[in-house]
C-alpha cells in the first residue's frame, strides 16, 4: 500500500525534528523499514483507518477465518520521485524475499488487530498481489512497475525486472497522475520573497487534515527542504514532461506492464471558488487534486481545465445547475463546472464521467469534445468510478464510516449520514452530508480483461480475475427529482382532463447501495473481483 507525498511533507515539516527532514532512502534506510522508523511510522498510521475499518472487516464479511497478508511500502517524500520508486520496489522485492514488514490480521477474537504474518522467507506474493496506493502512491506506483521493467535504469537489475510480472494489478484512490497546482504554489512561495516563504505553512496545512497548530509552523529555512523534494515533481509540467514517459509506457513495451482502475473524486468544498485555491485547482477537484489530474488528462495550462464539454442549453447551462440538491453543494459545484464562464460560456469542466455531474446528475445533451473517449488519458490505465469524496476521506474512514451495516428505523441498512464523505455548508445554507457514487466506466473490457500485467502472469487453477467485477455493469439505481405541476380542466358532458408538465426536473443514476456504502467499499467488492 503506497501513500500520498503532500500531506506526509507537511508532518516531516512540523512533527518530525531535523533528522526526520533530512532522513534519506540511501543513507537512513531504517527511517523506511525498521518498525520505529519515521517514515514507517506515518505510512501505516496513513493506512490503518483502511485496513481495520474496510480491509479487514470485507475479509470477515466474506467468511475467510484469516486476515489478508498485507505490507506498507514507506518511501521518502523530503526526496525526488524517483527515489520513492526505488524504496518501493525494494521493499516489494525484501518482502516477496524475507517476509519483512509483512502484516496481517487478526479476526478472532474481535476486535481486529494488525500485527506481523510472522514470515521469514519467500512466500508473500507468490501467487500474485495488488497495489492499493492514493494519491501520489498513484502515480509512484505506476511508473515504478514501468521503470522496473526498463533497464535503462542504472538501479534496476535482472531479478526486479521480472518483479511486475508479480503484480495482477493497481488499485489507486483519487493519484495525483497530473500532479498538483498546489505544489507548484508551495514552491513559488517558498522560492519567492520572505514574506512568500512565511505562506508555505499556510498553503501546505489545508493537506494536513488539521494535524498541526500554528506553534509548529516552519521557518524558511525548513521550507527549503521542499525543492528537493517530491513536490518538485508533483508540479504539472514537470510531472508532465519528466514522469509522463513512465506513466505510459517503457522502451521495451507498447503500454504500461500493470493494469490500473482509479477511484476519483470530487468534493463540493465551498471555500474551493473563494479561497486562493481558485485559479490553482480548475474545475472539478477533491481539494488538493483536479479531476483531470486524478484521471491522467493530459495537463494544458495552469488556469483552464483540459477537459472540457459543451452544450447548447443556453449561455451558463442552466440545466446543469443541480436543484435537486442543497445549495451548499448545488452552487458549489455549479462554479467549478462552469470554471471557463467568462472565456469559453459554453463548456464545461468535466467530471470522471463527463455524462453525469460528479454526484450522479444526468448532464443533458453533453458533447465530449476535449474529454478523452475512455475518461482517462493514460493506456492501461481504466476510469472505475466517481465519487464526492475529498482527498483525504481513506484517513479519515474510522470517523465518517462503519464497516457494518447497522438499520434505522426507515429499514434502509445504515444509519443516515454514516457513509458520508466531508459535509459540506458555509456560504449557502445549513451544512449537508456528502455521500455519492456513481460508475465511470468507459470501456467495456474492464469486464472481461483479465487482472494480468504485460507479462501475462500465469494465474492459480481457479482462473483468471477480470479487472472489474462483471456485476458492476449493473449494479445502478436511478432517481429523479423535480416539481410536477397537474392542471386539471373539467367541461360539461366531458371527461376531467388532466395537463401534467415538469417545473422543474432532475435525473440521477448512482450505484447500487450507494446511500450506506463509499467509494472504499465498492473497490473491495469489485475491483479485481469476479
Not at 523506511?32 to 474496510?54: Q, S, V
Not at 522485492?93 to 524475507?98: C, Y
Not at 514574506?195 to 521557518?219: E, F, I, K, R, S
Request: one cysteine or more; aromatic letters at 10%; a positive charge.
Amino acid at each position: 500500500m503506497i501513500d500520498e507525498a503532500l500531506g506526509d511533507m507537511v508532518r516531516a515539516l512540523h512533527h518530525g525534528g531535523p533528522n526526520d527532514v533530512l532522513a534519506r532512502w540511501a543513507t537512513s534506510p531504517n527511517a523506511f523499514l525498521a518498525a520505529n522508523g519515521y517514515f514507517r511510522t506515518a505510512a501505516e498510521d496513513n493506512w490503518r483507518a483502511f485496513i481495520l475499518n474496510k480491509l479487514g472487516p470485507a475479509y470477515r464479511n466474506a467468511g475467510f477465518s484469516y486476515g489478508p497478508r498485507f505490507m506498507v511500502a514507506a518511501w521518502p517524500t523530503t526526496q525526488r520521485m524517483e527515489y520513492g520508486v526505488h524504496a518501493l520496489l525494494f521493499q516489494i522485492a525484501d518482502a516477496m524475499r524475507t517476509g519483512r514488514n509483512v502484516q496481517t490480521l487478526t479476526q478472532s477474537p474481535s476486535p481486529l488487530d494488525i500485527r506481523s504474518a510472522g514470515l521469514t522467507g519467500r512466500g508473500f506474493c507468490g501467487r500474485g498481489c495488488i497495489i492499493v496506493s492514493g494519491s501520489t502512491g498513484g502515480p509512484l506506483s505506476i511508473a515504478g512497475m514501468n521503470m522496473a521493467a526498463n533497464s535503462s535504469r542504472p538501479w534496476t537489475t535482472a531479478s526486479l525486472r521480472a518483479l511486475p510480472s508479480f503484480i495482477k494489478g493497481h488499485v489507486t484512490f483519487h493519484p495525483a497522475l497530473g500532479g498538483s497546482e498546489l505544489a507548484w504554489q508551495a514552491l513559488a512561495n517558498a522560492n519567492g520573497v520572505s514574506a512568500g516563504c512565511a505562506v508555505v505553512p499556510q498553503l501546505l496545512a489545508l493537506l494536513d487534515d488539521g494535524a498541526w497548530t500554528p506553534a509548529l509552523v516552519p521557518n524558511c529555512a525548513a521550507a527549503q527542504h521542499l525543492n528537493q523534494s517530491v513536490l518538485f515533481d508533483l508540479m504539472p509540467p514537470i510531472m508532465s514532461s519528466m514522469w509522463r514517459p513512465f506513466l505510459t509506457a517503457t522502451p521495451n513495451t507498447v503500454t504500461s506492464v500493470v493494469p490500473t482502475v482509479v477511484i476519483a473524486g470530487a468534493h463540493p468544498t465551498e471555500h474551493s471558488f473563494v479561497h486562493w485555491r481558485a485559479p490553482a485547482l480548475p474545475g472539478y477537484d477533491d481539494g488538493v487534486l483536479s479531476v483531470d489530474s486524478q484521471l491522467g488528462r493530459v495537463w494544458s495550462q495552469p488556469t483552464s481545465p483540459l477537459s472540457l464539454q459543451f452544450n447548447s442549453w443556453g449561455l451558463i447551462g442552466v440545466r446543469y445547475y443541480d436543484r435537486g440538491s442543497p445549495p451548499s453543494r448545488a452552487v458549489a459545484f455549479f462554479l467549478d463546472q462552469n470554471h471557463e464562464l467568462v472565456r469559453r460560456p459554453l463548456a464545461h469542466a468535466s467530471a470522471p464521467n463527463p455524462y453525469l455531474s460528479p454526484n450522479g446528475m444526468v448532464l443533458p445533451d453533453v458533447a465530449l469534445n476535449e474529454v478523452p473517449s475512455m475518461s482517462s488519458g493514460l493506456p492501461n490505465v481504466f476510469s472505475f468510478l466517481q465519487s464526492t469524496a475529498s482527498h483525504l476521506f481513506r484517513r479519515r474512514v474510522g470517523n465518517m464510516s462503519h464497516p457494518d451495516s447497522q438499520p434505522n428505523a426507515a429499514g434502509d441498512g445504515c444509519v443516515p449520514g454514516s457513509y458520508s464523505y466531508q459535509p459540506t455548508g458555509v456560504y449557502f445554507g445549513p451544512q449537508t452530508n456528502v455521500n455519492e457514487e456513481s460508475r465511470a466506466v468507459f470501456d467495456s473490457s474492464v469486464y472481461t480483461t483479465r487482472g494480468r500485467n504485460h507479462f501475462q502472469m500465469i494465474e492459480a487453477s481457479t482462473g483468471s480475475i477480470p479487472l472489474l467485477s462483471p456485476s458492476l455493469a449493473g449494479a445502478i439505481e436511478g432517481e429523479e427529482k423535480g416539481r410536477l405541476l397537474r392542471l386539471r380542466f373539467k367541461f360539461p358532458l366531458l371527461p376531467v382532463f388532466e395537463l401534467k408538465f415538469w417545473v422543474w426536473k432532475r435525473q440521477y443514476v448512482r450505484l447500487r447501495g450507494w446511500r450506506c456504502r463509499d467509494e472504499i467499499d465498492y473497490a473491495l467488492d469489485y475491483a479485481f473481483r469476479r
